[in-house]
């Protein structure tokens, strides 16, 4: 390396005898002297900055013990609420110390419980634009975690509102991600959605009853128990009901619901070209008559299918 600091060209050694042989003794001793001035100064350069630097590291260390002396005299008449991080660095920065320093002071005294650098430049802020409070101010914004047990109860309550809502309309509602309602609904809450199951006909309640009615009524026309059970063998009932032959598929119909739940139903309700009126017939031992009325295209053909 030269005397500019750039890298010294390559030598090639098998010439060196050569040049030395064609400088006279005067030359070569001048240069000897020369490389040897040049080693003292660097020498010399090398102590100076050595000095350097171990007097700032001992106004380093000067100023570190000064902090922490005026941090346990302040420690010592406050209560040990505030002889935390965040009062530390408030407390520093006050006395000028750079945002560096205190973070590196923090380190030192709260080892793996510190503030990171980040949270120490940002508190530095705070305290540069005049904030005394330490405690976090309210803000806006969801909590860093959506899986909680409010927002779980906000969800059970919609899907208990409208069983066939959906994971996107449920995201939009209370503001969570997708992908947490997802959680929530399977993992937290055990629900599946599930297809109704097709009936061709559902009875209400008040038709229900009107036949339970009927039946009680002519068992009690009838005397004794053995004439009520020769009554109820010879009951024959029926029921009429549209079959459509094309019962297209669909899941917007899906519902949630638990494993343990029952299966919901739903009645055939849609049209197709081609269908047929069931007009069915049965006692206590099955089926007795059935009427197929097929409609097709304007057509009726009648297949009747008798049994026993």
Same mark, same amino acid.
């Given at each position: ?11 090639n050694n098998a010439l060196l005898p050569d040049i ?99 949270? %120490? ?90 036949? %339970? ?96």
């Amino acid at each position: 390396m030269n005397l500019n600091g750039d890298p010294a060209p390559p030598v090639n050694n098998a010439l060196l005898p050569d040049i030395y042989s064609k400088l006279d003794a005067g030359t070569i001793e001048k240069t000897r002297v020369a490389n040897t001035v040049l080693k003292m100064r660097l020498d010399v350069e090398e102590k100076v900055i050595a000095k350097y630097r171990r007097e700032a590291e001992r106004i380093r260390k000067s100023q570190r013990a000064s902090a922490v002396a005026d941090l346990s005299r302040i420690a010592q008449r406050l209560p040990s609420t505030l002889t935390e991080p965040r009062f530390d660095s408030q407390t520093l920065r006050k006395n000028g110390t750079k945002c560096s320093a205190i973070y590196r002071e923090i380190v030192e005294n709260y080892g793996e419980h510190a503030m990171s650098m980040t949270q %120490v430049y940002q508190w530095c802020s705070w305290f540069k634009d005049g904030r005394t409070s330490l405690k976090d101010e309210p803000r806006s914004g969801r909590p860093h975690t959506a899986n909680n047990d409010w927002n779980t109860a906000r969800v059970d309550e919609l899907i208990k509102v409208d069983r066939r809502v959906k994971l996107k309309e449920i995201s939009l509602k209370l503001d969570i991600p997708k992908t947490n309602v997802y959680e929530i609904v399977h993992d937290k809450l055990g629900y599946r959605k599930v297809s109704a199951r097709w009936v061709p006909k559902m009875l209400s309640d008040e038709h229900k009853r009107q036949r %339970v009615e009927i039946l009680l009524h002519r068992c009690q026309q009838e005397g004794d128990h053995r004439a009520r059970n020769k009554l109820l063998e010879h009951l024959i009932t029926g029921d009429e009901t549209w079959l459509h032959l094309s019962t297209p598929e669909t899941k917007r119909a899906m519902t949630w619901k638990h494993p343990s739940s029952p299966v919901t139903k739903k009645l055939k309700v849609q049209q197709a070209a081609t269908k047929e009126i069931a007009t069915v017939f049965w006692d206590s031992r099955g089926l007795i008559l059935l009427l197929l009325d097929i409609v097709s295209k304007g057509k009726i053909d009648i297949v009747k299918h008798l049994t026993g």
